[in-house]
């Protein structure tokens, strides 16, 4: 049974087909700038040459129309014909409180992933033109979405409320939601399957540490707290986000220092986090460079905050879970990072967690890399979210 995964951003499109007989992944690809000049389809296949399409792509049924064609295509493709495709998964950023779990779409699903637009007006529009291309390219194809918020619909009232008033959760919504669902879900099942327990036995942390960043409080296989919050703006230092600060700030901002609402949402979504701090980049490459190889002060204080930020966070979860068992790193920089694993675990030595410097030597794989008898594990767990989407999408259809 074969799964098309696809993740549809304003201008651009992520797919993964995969096999989910041996759950390999057999193309891999990326659309860019979709609707603006320079559209470019970029497919990548195990041992075949990059296939790359560069013509005007005036929307996303274009895009989703050539990406099919790139799949069947008779040299560079994976598959015969379109009907090989079992079903297609589709990622959703926003599923509101109703959606817990992922489902099978249909108008009453894509009316409530409408109604989400409001919280998350980057993300749920671009997914509905997706969408709706699928649905009219493959009419008769089964879909399916998964939502980056229903890993999250567990968390009890204390931790999603916020002390404002009661009625704007009831009458708008404004509550804590948190994301990178799917990939916490997916890697607290990885690792409890290497630790070889029962996930509802284990506390565990994720941290999910990307150019977004989020940890997740796993107790029992349940999601009981995030560190991201009514929009991902909130929790950790980020690549270009500020995550929590005083909200008094913002006020501050726009009455006396004359921001408009649209910069001062701009400044703290992409001028702020590490970006902001170190003053050089958002990449997390080039301020360890600056950091080690010139010392350059700013960059050495941006990951000090990082490091302090996702630190505080790890503490706060071992205290709301009564412990921890496992504390696994995923994404671009929790997976790649070696510097950043150790001085995020820093100084939590009384926790029961310690670094093996030498296991934590590991980019991108399946490790343990705390000390041998650690009462607390670490690991690292590259995350999967295309897996996971493709396996809610089997179990759905
Ligand atoms: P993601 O959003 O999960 O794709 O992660 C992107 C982030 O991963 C970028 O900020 C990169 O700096 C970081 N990253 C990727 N490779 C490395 C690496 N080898 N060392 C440190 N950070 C890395």
Known sequence: MKILV????????????????????LAQGLVEKIGIEGSVLIQKVEGKDKYIIKQPMKDHKTAIKLVLEALVDKQN??????????????????????????VLINDEVMADIEACVKLAPLH????????????????????VVVFDTAFHQTMPEEAFIYALPYELYEKHSIRKYGFHGTSHKF?????????????????????HLGNGASLCAVKNGISI??????????????????????????????????YSVEDANNLLNKESGVLGISGISSDFRDIEDAAFKQNNRRANLALDIFHYKVRAQIGAYAAI????????????????????????????????????????????????????NCKVKAFVIPTNEELMIARDTVKLI
């Open 321 to 372: 879970m009564g412990g921890v068992d496992a504390i696994v790193f995923t994404a671009g920089v929790g997976e790649n990072g070696p510097e950043t694993r150790e001085a995020c675990l820093k100084g939590l030595e009384f926790l029961g967690v310690e670094i093996d410097t030498e296991r934590n030597a590991v980019r991108g794989k399946v490790r343990e890399i705390s000390k041998e």
């Open 77 to 102: 493709g994976v598959i015969s014909s379109m009907e090989e495709i079992s079903s297609v998964g589709h990622r959703i950023v926003h599923g509101g409180e109703k959606y817990c779990e992922s």
């Open 6 to 25: 696809i993740n549809c951003g304003s201008s651009s499109l992520k797919y993964q087909l995969i096999d989910m007989t041996t759950e390999e992944s």
């Open 225 to 258: 707290d995030t560190s991201m919050g009514f929009t991902p703006l909130d929790g950790v230092a980020m690549g270009t986000r500020c995550g929590s600060i005083d909200p008094a700030i913002v006020t501050y901002l726009i009455k006396e220092l004359n």
């Open 187 to 207: 890697v607290s099942e990885q690792v409890a399957e290497v630790m070889g327990k029962d996930i509802k036995d284990l506390k565990i942390i994720t941290c």
């Open 124 to 143: 749920n529009p671009a997914h509905i033109i997706g969408i709706n291309a699928c649905r009219e390219l493959m009419p008769k194809t089964p879909m």
